[in-house]
T-cell receptor, first 110, second 114 residues
Framework: RKEVEQDPGPFNVPEGATVAFNCTYS??????FFWYRQDCRKEPKLLMS???SGNEDGRFTAQLNRASQYISLLIRDSKLSDSATYLC???????????FGDGTTLTVKP | EADIYQTPRYLVIGTGKKITLECSQT?????MYWYQQDPGMELHLIHY???????EKGDLSSESTVSRIRTEHFPLTLESARPSHTSQYLC?????????????FGEGSRLTVL
């Protein structure tokens, strides 16, 4: 079993749709959690950190459930520019190591 | 924008050649990483460093080697390139401190070995 597992995707949605991505992790020692966005043939870039209390940044909402070892990302009112691969990242800050999920690809269509 | 730079961005080279991929960051980050990513596939950690003179192998076995003589510099070397080394290599760094974990990536070096 992989240490970080994401929805396999791909997700193809119309503009304006709400889409949710899920991610589970197996290492209970994990301490920091992130969603990254990676455009085709580009480097990953941080989208948002994920906290137990949940956090929201505009149309994006991230949630962490430590008991279930589960992370989610919700995108509301999706735009064409949201088309990308979304990577779930789990970090053990004591070990200084981050583990990436395989990514979930989103395509937003007009 | 993150201040982490990789060169070359693109490299096409013949089998058996020695190559070095350069990575430099000006943010004073202590931790640095090399990831390998094939098109459409996940990132695999191949090397990391916690500071000067510290290097460790990552989760994916790699024939490459790294060095960390200066904080800002983390080059990756392949002594004898093979077609199986064709991939994108992404360098990243992370600032010191326990609470963090955010990675800052360079733009990547896309290597093609003929």
């Amino acid at each position: 079993r992989k240490e970080v597992e994401q929805d396999p995707g791909p997700f193809n949605v119309p503009e304006g749709a709400t889409v949710a991505f899920n991610c589970t992790y197996s290492n209970s020692a994990s301490q920091s959690f992130f969603w990254y966005r990676q455009d085709c043939r580009k480097e990953p870039k941080l989208l948002m950190s994920v906290y137990s209390s949940g956090n929201e940044d505009g149309r994006f909402t991230a949630q962490l459930n430590r008991a279930s070892q589960y992370i989610s990302l919700l995108i509301r009112d999706s735009k064409l520019s949201d088309s990308a691969t979304y990577l779930c990242v789990v970090t053990n800050t004591n070990a200084g190591k981050s583990t990436f999920g395989d990514g979930t690809t989103l395509t937003v269509k007009p | 924008e993150a201040d982490i730079y990789q060169t070359p961005r693109y490299l096409v080279i013949g089998t058996g050649k020695k190559i070095t991929l350069e990575c430099s960051q000006t943010m004073g980050h202590d931790k640095m990483y090399w990831y390998q990513q094939d098109p459409g596939m996940e990132l695999h950690l191949i090397h990391y460093s916690y500071g000067v003179n510290s290097t460790e192998k990552g989760d994916l076995s790699s024939e490459s080697t790294v060095s960390r003589i200066r904080t800002e510099h983390f080059p990756l070397t392949l002594e004898s390139a093979r077609p199986s080394h064709t991939s994108q290599y992404l360098c990243a760094s992370s600032p010191p401190g326990q609470v963090t974990g955010e990675l800052f990536f360079g733009e990547g070096s896309r290597l093609t070995v003929l």
